[in-house]
């Protein structure tokens, strides 16, 4: 009788940490997929947050732009004084220039292609508007590209400027 409550206890034993084992197997089991979502929930919260940013960044230019005082009507008084004014402002919103050209047949236009970043780009017809003589954009083209960042962008910008003693 005695080997037999040995036999029961040992019985009992092993199944008391056979269900010990599993319910440490459940629990982990149970732990990954909590990690998993917990993961999947940071990572959603980070892309939302950098969406937050962007759009706060963006409403933020659209502000600024919308509030500058444009009393520019004077002239340019030649080329290069209008073509260095474009160069700086472009340089200035660390965006690349591609190509700065004037047409010898329309003087008071500059051609520009350039890249970089659409809210710096946005910053830079703001800039254009406080420059010291009267500008205007005649031309714009925007194309994004695939193979770069969402806000990554190629512009194709015609600016036109009055200079002194030009009649056009």
């Known amino acids: 009788m005695g080997k037999n409550i040995y036999l029961a206890f040992l019985a009992m034993f092993i199944a008391f940490c056979m269900a010990l084992i599993g319910g ?3 629990s982990m089991k149970e732990l990954r997929a ?4 917990y993961d999947m929930l940071s990572e959603e919260s980070a892309n ?10 963006r409403n933020l230019s659209l502000t600024e732009v919308a509030g500058l005082n444009v009393e520019n009507t004077g002239a340019a008084s030649d080329t290069v004084e209008f073509s260095s004014h474009v160069q700086n402002a472009v340089e200035n919103n660390s965006l690349n220039i591609i190509s700065l050209n004037s047409d010898q047949q329309k003087p008071n236009q500059i051609n520009l292609n350039i890249q970089g970043n ?3 780009l946005a910053q830079l017809f703001a800039d254009f508007r406080m420059m010291p003589f009267a500008s205007r954009i005649t031309s714009l083209k925007i194309h994004r590209d695939q193979a770069n960042p969402v806000d ?3 512009a194709e910008i015609v600016i036109e400027a009055i200079l002194s003693g030009d009649n056009s």
């Open 152 to 154: 990554f962008v190629d």
């Open 34 to 37: 909590y990690r998993e979502e």
């Open 24 to 26: 440490v197997w459940w």
């Open 48 to 57: 939302a947050s950098r969406i937050m940013a962007s759009m706060q960044s």
């Open 118 to 120: 659409y809210y710096s």
